[in-house]
Each structure stands twice: as structure tokens, then as C-alpha cells.
């Protein structure tokens, strides 16, 4: 007989058929129910930053692992972009072997505090999970116990370091420190690598500091996650503009070999509609920024920021959630969402949106800004909206918002953020004219190996994706820090 893919195919499916059956008797753990992680109350989280979820006790913990039903065909594993390994991380859990499951996750991942709080899970690896494929059931809650680990390891004070290869003297530059160049600085790191972060800011992090806010991400849960990759042997800079401090050339004059690009989309966008150019009308990434990075909600600070009592924030993403959350804690009686389509195709996680709704957030769907008008000092006053209805889907399959003639009317504002998506970072490209990119300013790579047309410069995150999720991120940082391994050895050892 001959074995063909097709027949091991066949009876791979055909075996996880058989098994399923036998994860349908499992009626102990199937009876189960998912975990509920406690939250601060609204009404008092809303006046500080402090972190809204408060996490798993370990009795909660190891009653949700028990849930897992250690499925022969994992699949929640191929929906983790960085293919953490699911299943024995939780079987770690539910043994009570917590610092073995922190173990586990770093195997694979750099970042498994922040991974527990900010990736949409819900879309990744519990969409994978057996319960809700097979079952139509709550998945296990995969996310919470990744935080639950890496917090059990950190509040322990055993943080344990990955095993690094002995140096081989190739040193290896990342331009940017955002999730994509912090995992692939800290796989590198593991190969032997000698591996130099440069940032252009003045704190590491990337979006992780700048761009979420401490009551989602605590800045000091990253400064452990980075404090680990320099236990590993990993070097930063920051004010370190490459491009501008120092040119790709520059650099490799000082025997760098290889690069990798993971320096975000930071360059915002805006609606180009009449009075966008008002005072009190930002982007959401300076927003952000001043708030997260500068302490710019201190009025004693050298940039302050000043956040009005009406805010609108414009757009539907996890971003625009977290700006208008940051309103609604420096002092917003109103604090709204204007959202051109309706709740359903809004693309913020749904726990994002369950929080904002807690806080008193107020979600104007259907609605478009049209006009801003300003008072007599030029600050933004009014925001024109129009009612919309929803089409035919567009090109991502979302219905496509048409314009209700004859429906548009004035909301006072004295804050806007306008917060309808990111464009790459120019620098990069526009530093390296043999660079090949797209119209729309992303890197152009090999899709498989994330190498550019630059073939010593491989490319990841939202430079590529364009703007993307923090695990997605990771997931190119991997795959690039495998493939330039592969090169560089190629390479030097032809």
C-alpha cells in the first residue's frame, strides 16, 4: 500500500474522530465552568490608572486548567502565533507546578505578562479551542492563565531566564523595540547572537508604553519582561533614531550583519474634513503618547495635555477604546464613541467594549463627522455627524457605511481624537531607497521568511502588517529571528 499524505491525512482525522468521543465521556472536566476574573469597580477605577482586571487566585486557576481536556490534536496551538504550547503549560497549572508553566511559556514567547492581557485571545487560541469548536461551549480561558503564570513567576521573585547559546560573535541591530523587535531580539539572544535594540524614544516598550495605558498594561509589567531579555544578554539604546543617528551603513561599518525592522506604524491618519486642523484635535497616537509616555496628564508636567470635559474619539478599535477610556480618568463628563458603523462590526475586543460601556462611555454608531467648527480662541467646539446605514460589504467583509442624506447635526466637543488607523513609519524606507515597498508605505517581504529586498534585512510587525495585533507582532519577530539564523549561518558557513 502506498502512504500518501492524503491517507495520513485521512486517518489523522480519522483518529482525532475517535478521540473526540472519548473527550465527550471526560463529563468531569466538561461540566466546568469557565473562570470569571474579578475586575475593580467602575466607579472607582475610572479615577485612576490603576489595572481593571485583578487576575486568578491559584484555586481559580487550577480549577480553570482542569477544564483542558489535553486534546491529542491541540489545536489552540496553531491559532498562537507564536505557538506557545498550550496544553503543558496548563497541565503545569493544574498540577500546581506554576513556576514550570511560566517555564513553558517562555519557551516560545518573550512576552507572556503582556500576551495575557492584551491579545485578543478570543479570536486566536481559545477560537481553536475543543469546547468552542466541538462543543459550542466557553473555551478554557487560555489568556487569563498565561497572566496568571507570568504573575505567580514575577510576584515570586524566581524569574526564571531562558537558556542562551554560548556567544558566536555575530552582532545582529533591531530597529525598534515594540513586541515584534523585543521577540526577535530575545530568540536571537537564545542562538548566541549579539543582539543591540535601538529605540527612538526614550523608554523601551514601543506601543507597549506609549500606546496602551497602564489600566490595561502596567508599564512595570513590561519593565520585567525587558529587564529579562537584558538578563539574556540583550543591549539598548535609546534616542536612537536609525536613519537619522546613524545610517543602516553607519552601522554595519561597526559590524553589524544583519538587521530587523519592527519599527511600527506610527505615522497617523486623519479624515482630511473641513476643521480637522483646530485646536483640541489630535490624533490618537499623540493622545496616547503624551498621556502614557510623558505624563502629560500632570498639569505641572513640561507638556501638558489638556483633556476637555466633552471628548469625542472617533473610530471603533481597541485604540480608540483606550483613548477614550483615558478621557473618561483625566476628568471627561462626556467622553463618547463616534463610530460609522454599527456595534457589531466594531473591531475593539469585546472585552474592551464591556469596559468602556462600565465606564460610562457613550457609543454613537452609525454616526460619521462630517465638519469641526471652533470658538473664537480656534479650539474645537463642534463636530458635525452624519447618520449612516449600513450597505453592501466592503473588501474586509464588513457592510460598507452609506451617508443618510439629510441627517446631519451638531455635538459640542471641546477635545476630538481621531482615532481611524496608523500608517507605517517612513523613516526606514525612506532612509533606504533600494527598499522595496508598497503603496502604501509597508515593507514588502517574503512572506514566508519576512526577508526584504535588502537580503541582510528582514522586516516584521505593523511595518509590514501595516497595523496589527501585539501577538501577530511576535509572531513575525519569531519567524524572522529564524529565518536570518538561517541566513547568517548559510552565509558564513557556505
Known amino acids: 500500500m502506498t502512504v500518501t499524505k492524503e491517507f495520513l491525512k485521512e486517518e489523522r482525522e480519522q483518529s482525532w474522530r475517535v478521540d473526540v468521543r472519548k473527550l465527550l465521556k471526560n463529563k468531569e472536566r466538561t461540566a466546568l465552568k469557565r473562570v470569571h476574573m474579578g475586575e475593580v469597580a467602575p466607579d472607582e477605577r475610572v479615577k485612576s490608572n490603576i489595572e481593571v482586571n485583578t487576575g486568578l487566585t491559584a484555586e481559580e486557576a487550577i480549577n480553570e486548567a482542569r477544564r483542558c481536556l489535553d486534546c491529542p490534536d491541540p489545536t489552540c496551538i496553531t491559532g498562537c502565533p507564536v505557538e506557545i504550547n498550550i496544553p503543558k503549560f496548563i497541565k503545569r497549572i493544574e498540577l500546581g507546578e506554576f513556576l ?18 492584551v491579545c485578543p485571545q ?26 496568571f503564570a507570568a504573575d505567580y513567576e514575577r510576584e515570586s521573585g524566581q524569574i526564571s531566564v531562558p537558556e542562551v547559546a554560548a556567544p558566536n560573535g555575530i552582532k545582529v541591530a533591531v530597529i525598534g523595540s515594540g513586541p515584534a523587535g523585543l521577540t526577535f531580539a530575545g530568540d536571537m539572544a537564545k542562538q548566541g547572537y549579539d543582539v543591540t535594540v535601538f529605540e527612538a524614544l526614550h523608554q523601551i516598550g514601543g506601543v507597549l508604553k506609549y500606546g496602551i495605558p497602564e489600566f490595561r498594561l502596567p508599564n512595570s509589567i513590561v519593565d520585567v519582561e ?16 536609525v536613519g ?8 554595519k561599518e561597526e559590524g553589524y550583519q544583519g538587521f ?30 503624551r498621556v502614557n509616555l510623558m505624563d502629560a496628564a500632570n498639569p505641572a508636567t513640561d507638556t501638558p ?11 471603533g478599535g481597541n485604540t480608540a477604546m483606550d483613548s477614550v477610556r483615558t478621557a473618561k480618568r483625566l476628568g471627561a463628563d462626556r467622553a463618547m464613541i463616534i463610530y460609522r458603523r454599527s456595534m457589531e462590526e466594531m473591531p475593539a475586543r469585546v472585552e474592551e467594549i464591556k469596559h468602556a460601556q462600565e465606564e460610562g462611555i457613550e457609543f454613537m454608531t452609525l454616526t460619521n463627522p462630517v465638519e469641526y467648527f471652533a470658538d473664537e480662541t480656534g479650539r474645537v467646539s463642534k463636530v458635525r455627524v452624519q447618520k449612516m446605514e449600513l450597505g453592501e460589504p466592503d473588501a474586509s467583509g464588513r457592510r460598507r457605511p452609506v451617508p443618510m442624506e439629510g441627517s446631519e447635526y451638531d455635538i459640542e466637543v471641546d477635545t476630538v481624537v481621531v482615532s481611524v ?13 533600494q527598499l522595496e515597498t508598497t503603496r502604501w508605505g509597508t515593507i514588502v517581504v517574503d512572506e514566508e521568511k519576512l526577508q526584504t529586498s535588502i537580503p541582510e ?14 501577538i501577530l507582532a511576535m509572531g513575525d519577530g519569531r519567524n524572522a529571528a529564524a529565518s536570518m539564523h538561517n541566513y547568517l549561518q548559510d552565509k558564513l558557513n557556505p
Open 244 to 251: 537619522r543617528t546613524a545610517t543602516i551603513e553607519d552601522l
Open 421 to 433: 488607523g496608523v500608517s507605517p513609519n517612513p523613516l526606514i524606507p525612506s532612509s533606504l531607497p
Open 260 to 289: 530587523f525592522t519592527g519599527s511600527g506604524a506610527g505615522l497617523p491618519r486623519f479624515m482630511n474634513i473641513p476643521g480637522e486642523n483646530y485646536i483640541g484635535i489630535l490624533s490618537s497616537n499623540e493622545y496616547l503618547t
Open 122 to 147: 478570543e479570536k486566536q487560541c481559545e477560537a481553536k479551542c475543543f469546547y468552542q469548536i466541538k462543543m459550542e461551549k466557553d473555551p478554557v480561558a487560555i489568556g487569563y492563565l498565561e497572566r
Open 457 to 470: 534585512m528582514f522586516a516584521g510587525g505593523d511595518i509590514v502588517r501595516g497595523g496589527a495585533t501585539v
Open 100 to 117: 514550570d508553566a511560566a517555564r513553558v511559556l517562555k519557551e516560545t514567547s518573550a512576552l507572556p505578562a503582556v500576551c495575557g492581557r
Open 305 to 315: 495635555i489638556i483633556s476637555g470635559k466633552n471628548v469625542a474619539v472617533i473610530g
Open 226 to 241: 525587558i529587564d529579562n531579555l537584558k538578563k539574556m544578554g540583550v543591549k539598548f539604546e535609546t534616542n536612537f533614531i
